[in-house]
Nanobody, 120 residues
Framework: VQLQASGGGLVQAGESLRLSCVAS????????MGWYRQAGGHSRVLIAA???????TYADSVEGRFTISRDNAKNMIYLQMNSLKPEDTAVYYC???????????????WGQGTLVTVSS
């Protein structure tokens, strides 16, 4: 199983970006999916998560500006980021709780990270 994230880049404050993440491999089912971010010198922080049924949670720092969604048919999640601020600058990592063909319980898999830089 692999997760591949994409969509990062350099934008100005106030602009938008959309991150994508696709899971591939011997996937039986995917439970929760989400996004963490890690700014320089800081720990990785959960910013958004979405359950298999579609319920969502957000960190206070992104609530109202970011929207997480998923396409179960494509094994993909998205993070629509609006009104970006310089403090949103970080490497963004997707994750997914996946039951694959070789396991009986869900395991967490991570994407490789995609850099988002917001200039002021």
């Amino acid at each position: 199983v692999q997760l591949q994230a994409s969509g990062g880049g350099l934008v100005q404050a106030g602009e938008s970006l959309r991150l994508s993440c696709v899971a591939s491999g011997s996937i039986i089912t995917i439970d929760a999916m989400g996004w963490y971010r890690q700014a320089g010198g800081h720990s990785r922080v959960l910013i958004a998560a979405i359950a298999s049924g579609g319920s969502t949670t957000y960190a206070d720092s992104v609530e109202g500006r970011f929207t997480i969604s998923r396409d179960n048919a494509k094994n993909m999640i998205y993070l629509q980021m609006n009104s970006l601020k310089p403090e949103d600058t970080a490497v963004y990592y997707c994750y997914a709780e996946i039951i694959d063909s070789g396991s009986f319980s869900a395991q967490r898999y991570w994407g490789q990270g995609t850099l988002v830089t917001v200039s002021s």
